[in-house]
């Protein structure tokens, strides 16, 4: 119709779709905006009738339930609506019985000139398709021998010349198999050429520009052995010269199209070993790294079995060694700040991650240990003293008690829960309320997780496929990571299922650590190896790194750079740039930067016992058998 109803855009947005889906709802749809168009109140019967006697537009009123809104008709589409009803034209200036006029078909009229008048199609002029399949049948049967010649056609070809042989026949065929090879030739495509990419534009990006090193490296280089040209920059497409090699190149193309010899490679041709390796950043564009030994910290008087940097502010470095004492170092002095004697060899240190308890953990014999550090305000102080407090022997498979350490400066007395088996390792949860414990000779004890708040202790499997070596939290999500000797298990704990299973390698796990992301595991096992697994990717391992020629006691991830460590036996630390991609479909990028050796001193078959990354700088924290804490810094 002629109304401007017509044009108008619809208010609601929804989309072609059933209006019963919003009936019990308040609002019939959405606007251009995204907001709620909310239905308007409807006039009851009563009403209605009231306004049909009132105007007499009422009775041209109908209801658009789409828009929620009443619409009144003009007498002009009332008029065509009735049209339609009656079965008529809408229009009246349509004439359904106008006088037929034969421009065409009238045999009296004289078709002097044609119908069609465009040039002959080129497909009247090339060689027809079905011909050349007939052709090809005829010479298929000729060879077969299905169509024999006569005895003076034989003649006549003996007479013509010497016999006609492929030019370019396929070295790699034999007879038989380029006869039944179609025309007895193998299509070889052209070689594509390589499309341009951001170094080819006329205003590269900054990074792809070359340095006056590489400019003088180029003009130094063989013009066979270096690239045709360099990246360069100009203000507009208008100010790009022409391409004085454009010719040349064109003309070497085409001779590459009509001379290339037609023979298939199947083997790659390697002049050089290096070839194979690839192209990686090099170390100095990766930086900052730690590089250079700082600091030393001695008192310990046995080996050193872990070390832990508070994860706040990276003020304090806790220790603990084989000379049972739990020792607190100020990081940017080196002093020794406080002293715990314990009743044995510590075997784990760890902070708990609750900033606001500024609690330390230790490992030592059956027992873990939880002690006031006195690092915090006196807030944290109280609420240190109040979580320590014993309020009975606690729940489940570990018995809380006060524990009291002899220490060499006076403090309050900590927290002990006594085990049935030597505990190995710790593993706090990132709230600071669970921590859990691994005693890899207990069997079904092997892995108890406690509760701080709660004094409860449980033991999550009745049954442990494996010795189980190292746990871990995920940072974000509730998964927990058991490492065995053979494979590290994924379990789901707000389902309570197995999530997902890592295969390890040949050799013993012996280390575990996980990215602040959650997404990739770093483990280290006995045959000297060290493997990178993207839980997105496979169950299999992403990268395998042998650098080590001892197998390694350490992994370590940084929190905020991306860097990752190795320690190992070899006296060596292995310090690894890792970028980790936030799109699913770029790989880590894993590049070996720097080997920290010379600081420690292989002791009795031990070397580096453990590492832990600087929580703020890219700094990093190793302990080992000789009785050392060493700081490296950038």
């Known amino acids: 119709s002629d109304s401007s109803e017509d044009e108008r855009p619809n208010r609601n947005t929804v989309g072609n779709v059933p209006l019963v889906w919003y009936k019990d709802e308040e609002h019939i749809g959405y606007d251009i905006e995204g907001a709620r168009i909310t239905k308007a109140q409807r006039k009851d019967r009563l009403q209605q009738l009231l306004d049909r006697n009132d105007s007499k ?10 828009n929620d ?3 009144t008709l ?8 009735m049209r339609i009803r009656a079965g008529q034209f809408p229009h009246l200036e349509v004439n359904p019985h106008e006088t037929e006029h034969t421009w065409f078909t009238d045999p009296r009229d004289a078709e002097v000139m044609p119908i069609v008048d465009r040039p002959e199609p080129k497909s009247r002029f ?28 034989e003649e006549e070809e003996r007479a013509a010349g010497p016999p006609a042989y492929l030019l370019w026949a396929d070295d790699g065929l034999t007879d038989e198999a380029a006869a039944k090879a179609g025309s007895g030739l193998t299509y ?64 070497e193309r085409c001779l590459d199209l009509y001379l290339c010899p037609r023979v298939r490679r199947k083997r790659l041709d390697i002049k050089s070993p290096e070839q194979l390796v690839p192209q990686l950043p090099k170390p100095r564009d990766l930086q900052p790294f730690p590089t250079t030994l700082a600091l030393a910290y001695e008192g310990h008087m046995g080996p050193v079995a872990s070390i832990a940097p508070d994860p706040w502010t990276g003020q304090w470095l806790l220790s603990g060694g084989q000379d049972g004492t739990l020792r607190l170092w100020e990081v940017r002095t080196g002093r020794c700040w406080r002293t715990w004697v314990l009743e044995g060899p510590v075997s784990a240190v760890a902070w708990c991650p609750q900033a606001g308890l500024r609690l330390v953990s230790a490992a030592v014999g059956n027992c873990v240990v939880l002690l006031p550090s006195g690092t915090g305000p006196e807030e944290a102080e109280e609420a240190a003293a109040e979580a320590l407090r014993v309020r009975g022997p606690g729940r489940g498979g570990g018995r809380w008690v006060r524990g009291g350490p002899e ?12 085990l049935r088996f030597p505990v190995r390792s710790l593993a706090w949860h990132g709230r600071g309320d669970y921590f859990a414990s691994v005693a890899p000779t207990g069997n079904t004890q092997a892995v108890v997780v406690h509760q701080l708040s709660k004094r409860a202790s449980q033991n999550p499997f009745r049954k442990n496929r494996g010795r ?28 309570q299922a197995l999530a997902k299973k890592l295969l390890g390698g040949g050799g013993v796990l012996s280390c575990l650590a996980l990215h602040p992301g959650g997404d990739h595991v770093l483990v280290g096992s006995d045959d000297k190896r060290v493997a990178w697994y993207d839980l997105d990717l496979s169950t299999k391992p992403y990268k395998a790194l042998r650098y080590h020629s001892a197998p390694p006691r350490a992994v370590a991830f940084h929190r905020s750079y991306p860097l990752f460590a190795s320690a190992a036996d070899d006296g060596t630390v292995q310090v690894f740039h890792g970028m980790v991609y936030a799109d699913l479909l770029t790989n880590p990028l894993i590049v070996p930067v720097k080997i920290l050796r010379g600081g420690h001193t292989v002791t009795a078959s031990e070397g580096v016992a453990d590492c832990a990354f600087h929580p703020t700088q890219p700094w990093i924290f190793t302990a080992g058998a000789d009785s050392k804490i060493l700081l490296y810094c950038n």
Do not use: C
């Not at 052995?225 to 100009?234: N, V, Y």
């Open 57 to 66: 537009k009422a009775l041209r009123t109908i209801y658009d339930p789409y």
């Open 69 to 71: 809104e009443e619409v």
């Open 74 to 81: 003009s007498k002009e589409e009332l008029a065509m609506v």
């Open 126 to 153: 090339v060689p027809s398709k079905w011909e050349e399949q007939k052709i090809v049948k005829l010479v298929r049967a000729i060879r077969k021998g299905w169509i024999k010649k006569t005895p003076e056609q």
């Open 188 to 251: 070889i495509p052209a070689p594509k050429l390589q499309l341009p990419g951001h170094a080819d534009s006329y205003n590269p990006p900054a990074e792809y520009l070359p340095t006056e090193e590489e400019v003088a490296a180029w003009q130094m280089a063989d013009p066979e052995d270096r690239p045709k040209a360099l990246p360069q920059a100009f203000t507009s497409l208008r100010a790009v010269p022409a391409y004085t090699d454009f010719i040349k190149e064109r003309f």
């Open 407 to 418: 220490e060499a400066s006076s403090s309050g007395a900590g927290l002990a829960v006594r």
């Open 468 to 495: 189980v070596v190292r746990v871990a939290f995920h940072p974000t999500k509730p998964f927990f990571f058991v490492a065995t000797q053979n494979h590290v298990r994924v379990y789901n704990l707000a389902k």
